[in-house]
């Protein structure tokens, strides 16, 4: 079963830098395409950001600038750099794949912004 290990989260001000990543636990980074989502509390889990097997990536309207999706495939590991970030960015951030065929989620890590 692959597993989907999220980090990098933490407690942040307002503006400031904050580098996720996600590795994999099998080879599934460089041959699928892959996303990071979000879930705030009391809102229901929305994809931020996703980079296809070719490498085109797309961006949620409220990161968009913001935020910047990439990928090792040697590492099997996706990141997400966040700057600028603001206090709607609190949320638990996940990875997986794109599209419906999900694997089993992971744990993710916890963004918190301060005003």
């Known amino acids: 079963q692959v597993q989907l290990v999220e980090s990098g989260g933490g407690l942040v001000q307002a503006g400031e830098s904050l580098r996720l990543s996600c590795a994999a636990s099998?080879?599934?980074?460089?041959?699928?395409?892959m996303g990071w989502y979000r879930q705030a509390p009391g809102k229901q889990r929305e994809l931020v950001a996703g980079?296809?097997?070719?490498?085109?990536?797309n961006y949620a309207d409220s990161v968009k600038g913001r935020f910047t999706i990439s990928r090792d495939n040697a590492k099997n590991t996706v990141y997400l750099q966040m700057n600028s970030l603001k206090p709607e960015d609190t949320a638990v951030y996940y990875c997986?794949?794109?599209?419906?065929?999900?694997?089993?989620w992971g744990k993710g890590t916890l963004v918190t912004v301060s005003s």
């Open positions: 980079i296809t097997g070719g490498g085109n990536t």
């Open positions: 099998v080879l599934i980074v460089s041959i699928n395409d």
């Open positions: 997986n794949r794109l599209g419906a065929a999900k694997l089993s």
